[in-house]
């Protein structure tokens, strides 16, 4: 038989929970914080890296490859800048950089989606490489919270762009 608790211990019993609870929260917010600049590559992204070294005369694409996995905005997978700052930040031309978004794009390793101007979204797959504290997603969101929100349309192109590509197997050299 058991003894039916007080109001007492109820409210004990429930205090305990709520600050269990709460330390729950914290650890969580706590792991994310420490994780937050975690990029994981992915087996085909480990490929695709092999695959851009053994090109012969574009393996220099790999530094923007790096500098997008490195970068990308937390959870949605993307940079968003113009080709002026990705030549500053890594040192070279533009004329360098378009080269390089050139063969990331054919061999389906990024795609390019243009928000305003000069201004384009860089989302690498995200089968092979995505940044932040959760190691699998089912979908990526993209937003350009610096510049504006995509479109329906821009989304919807972005979807065809990732849907395309062959999963887990790079393209051929």
Request: proline share 3%; hydrophobic share 40%.
């Amino acid at each position: 038989m058991t003894r039916e608790r007080t109001t007492a211990e109820v409210l004990a019993l429930e205090e305990e929970l709520a600050e269990a609870e709460q330390a729950r929260v914290a650890a969580l917010a706590e792991t994310r914080k420490n994780t937050a600049h975690h990029t994981q590559v992915y087996r085909p992204g480990w490929d695709r890296v092999v695959q851009l070294a053994l090109l012969p005369k574009d393996q220099s694409a790999i530094k923007l490859y790096k500098y997008l996995a490195e970068n990308m905005e937390l959870n949605t997978g993307g940079v968003v800048c113009d080709q002026a700052y990705l030549a500053s930040e890594l040192g070279v031309s533009t004329r360098t950089v378009r080269r390089w978004i050139t063969v990331l794009e054919k061999h389906q390793a990024m795609a390019r989606l243009p928000i305003a101007g000069r201004v384009c979204a860089y989302i690498l797959n995200p089968e092979e490489v995505w940044r932040g504290y959760q190691t699998k997603k089912a979908r990526v969101n993209f937003r350009a919270m610096v510049v504006g929100a995509i479109t329906a349309k821009q989304a919807r192109e972005l979807q065809k762009i990732f849907k395309g590509i062959k999963r887990n197997k790079p393209s051929n050299v």
